[in-house]
């Protein structure tokens, strides 16, 4: 029993362990602190009987543990304890704060008696189905078909899709393990990352820039005149971010620290937003509450117009001369600025400029007036507002990323608001970050691999890390389609079993006749695991020490405070199980050169992967001309045991521009464990043998590029691509779709948790927001379900009606699960400067199929956007 | 899975049920928890529709709203079947939840949790990582007594609902 029906919890005793941890789940990275202690060895009521310290003869209003933050754990040797999993009142990040996914944690650990008990636990072959295997098996069979692959036809034989990125399902461990056996061992271009067919950034226009897109603190937030939220939902999607950094300062109680900031100048009594999206989100409905309407402008651009919307605001900002003309001639690139003024029509009259945009993106001139003051307009006392420019994946999934992402990041450089206290440019972020990986082989944009895949071409294994593709790729139902139709080679090569070397040789015969061998690396049976010939069962966060960092990049050590179930293993062991296997096997036909190239990872535990990344990031630092504090990466030793030979010598020079902004030189597992759930943002600088970290970027006028200066990219309003006009002809809606806040990622672990699979009625349905004018057109009511199908697929939705979205654009859950994928209905169009979806963007018509079921009857269908 | 995980509970061995119009309940009272006190809220005939009732319960320290909704709902007591209770803790971090009665929700004015009476407090949107605790409630036609019985759910503060002395 999950909720409602549970009355008390037990309360952790004062000798309970106690470690720390983030959360698993979104890019804010709230502190946690764990407590675990044995089975009825419950702690007492007064303040030195239990753990957190508290007279729990009053309601305690400051360590409460909820029922859902409780969890049961049972340890490899059969113990069983308790495990709370609080939010910590001292991070600085969430201040003790918890959002419905972290703060449910406790429901999320495995356990035998509840819907986590269907964890990945021991490997699996396909024979006549999945069928339990040993790892040796599973490692022979997967390192002997990579081996005959690489060495008969080459390593972009082998394809990779797997998670880039920090928190669950990743950290640097991870990404450092899986990038140096892909990239340095295999060296394969046929790689994409967990949500996109490419393995570069999402903000690639802003790398180009010079500006990478973690530049800020959480802080700035508190100290901005002006804060912009362009296609991202803050409430529900970086919750504390929101109500511990943005809020406050909408409520004008963050005044003490503008003043710090800026002495002299006169801040507005409350901070103000302005919010751009199609959807009128929760996100508004909340700033409008905290801060009053005044101080919230909320612009409803029509989707794909992103481009037409910032270049006329950077039309009023010059016409009026609110522009930073100094910091643009000091820390840009002069032969930027003509084609910039050109793209944003400066040589055309405003007037004209304004009433075109006001026709594109459907906003009023006036509303992109006002945003244009409240981005740089002096205030009274002429000084300039402090702007802070925030963006996701509203704006990342439009059409034409590049262009969209540029001509936004364009406006901060023109207004100046970069490295300053207050202002940035920056992504909100999804997941935790974590990246360290040698230089990927290939070249921008990267290799659309699940397009090969379809057309019967690209790699002959393909290796899915940590991800769903089934979920999250353009034009979804095309992988689930080409993992049945040409994985089933294979598993009729292996249901013929044998011995493991019979095996790799009839899954080489069965690949080279256009079948396609797929293994799986997971923690739950998703869908890709369900179709994958060998499953690798990963253990997760709370299951080994990890390393990640938040959206302002604060670095902490994620503890280990339980074991993973069955034989389950950190990614980087099984990693290093498949290489040492390869390695050797190369060893013994006297291949020295492939047996190097598969040699260092003899690692001992977590804290020796990270060792060895961090050596790598200190490598490239040093020998990077550009980063002069870090000529002396030995300045400090590094404690625990030296890692394996890593081959970075042989890697590719570095491509990053200067710096790399998730550098993790000087750090090491002991050192962030002393620091705690407040860690530290890296990149760390030494000076004096002591570390400091780095709080926001560009505070020295430096940007990420060759030269130190910032450049404006000009950027054009895009037509519609070819694949969604076809879509928008044949279909009546416009499908937009992204997250909602009890619901984390691809929902894989989301579902499992009682108190959300009790809210979407059971069944695993995303929900379609539906206008109630389209709703009435369409004869249906909340609660009904819906087909929703263009040329790509056909799914299925829960029918939600407000007016939060306009008619016409109804919006669905991303990325969910079984019956109701909005990735079906994507098409397949990408930019083709990136490689970066149009997800947000497709057509589709609706259909009302069947009433309210059952199992929704006690479900609320109250409205989600609105507080009222 | 947890199909009925959440949902109100209907009646077991109830001292009461004879007494009830609609639904009977009694506290839900888990394993190992305290038992609770019945405690007078009110005349279901001085309920408004719209209008909260304020009262505290298990004990003093434990702020509650009785709330009249207007129609028949899940739960609800009283001669039209529509008074139900919760906590006004917010199981977020505690701050005291408003009644809008145009929504018919519970709003918390510290992070905007917002929860819905007709469906057993369930969370609309929000932080919350339980729903509203309910307060159960019996009602006596014959003194049109309406009376708290129980809790269903954990009181935001709290180990057991029962004890805090
Ligand atoms: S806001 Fe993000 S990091 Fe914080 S508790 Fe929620 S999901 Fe976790
Ligand atoms: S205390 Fe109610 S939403 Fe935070």
Known sequence: MADTTKVSVPIPPADAQKFHTGCKYCIVGCGYNVYKWPLGKDGGRAANRNALGADLTKPNT?????????GVVKDADGSSYNVAIVPDNDCVVNSGLHSVRGGTMGLSVYREDAPTRDRLKHPTIVHHGSQEATWDDAVALVGGVTKALLDKHGPDSIGVKFADHGGQGGGYEFTWATGKFFYASVRTTMATVHNRPTVFGEPMASRDMGIPELNIAYEDAEIADTIVIFGANPYADQTNYFFNHMIPNLQGSTADKKRAAYPGKTPLAQGRMIVVDPRRTITVAAARTAAGNENVLFLQVTPGTDVTLWNAVARVVLEHHWDDASFVRDHVEESSVGSYHDSVGLNRAAGSVLADAERVTGVPRADIVRAAEWIAKPMSGGHKPATLFHYEKGAIWSIQNYDVIASYVNLAVLTGNLGKPGTGCARLGGHQEGYVRPDYPGKRPGVYVEKLLAEGKGPML??????NPIQTAPAARTVLDVIQQRGKKVSDALDQGGSIDDRVKRVVASVEDGGLFVVAEDIYPTQVVQHAHVVFPAATQFELNMTSINGERRMRL???????PGTAKPDWQIMALVANFIRDAYVREGNHEMAERFAGYDWKSDADVFLDASRVSAQARSTNPATEQAKAPNAITTTGPAGGTSPVSSLPPTSKPTFDPEDISFLDHEYLRGLGNNGIQVPVNVSNGKRSGTVRFFTDGKFNRPNGKATFIPAHQPELPAEIAAQKRKYKYLINNGRFNMMWQ???????????????????????????????????????????????????????????????????????????????????????????????????NIERVAGKPSSFAHVTFKDLENLG | MAVSRLRFLSAS????????????????????ATALPRVAVGKAKAFQVGKPVAFHYPDAQAPALAVKIGHKVDGGVGPEGDIVAYSQLCVHRGCPVSYNAGARTFVCPCHYSVYDPERSGQLVIGHATTNLPRITLAYDPGSDEIRATGVQGLIFGRFDNGKLS
């Open chain 1, 746 to 844: 691809t929902g894989y672990e989301s579902w499992r948790k009682p108190i959300v699979a009790d809210r979407w009625g059971d069944r695993e349905d995303t929900f379609l927001e539906l206008n109630p004018s389209d709703a009435k057109t369409l004869g249906v009511q909340s609660g009904d379900v819906l087909r929703v199908h263009n040329d790509y697929a056909s799914t299925q939705a829960i029918a939600y009606v407000t007016d939060a979205v306009k008619p016409g654009q109804p919006f669905m859950l991303f990325a969910q699960p079984k019956k109701g994928t909005a990735g079906f209905l994507v098409t397949p169009h990408v930019d083709p400067k990136t490689n970066i979806p149009s997800y947000k963007l497709t057509y589709a």
């Open chain 1, 462 to 467: 393909w290796w899915v890390l940590a991800c």
């Open chain 1, 558 to 564: 994620y503890q280990k405070f339980m074991d993973p």
């Open chain 2, 13 to 32: 061995g109830a001292a009461t049920a004879s007494l009830v119009a609609g639904a009977a309940q009694t506290p839900t009272i888990a394993e190992g």
């Open chain 1, 62 to 70: 400051q360590s409460w543990i909820s029922p859902s933050m409780h």
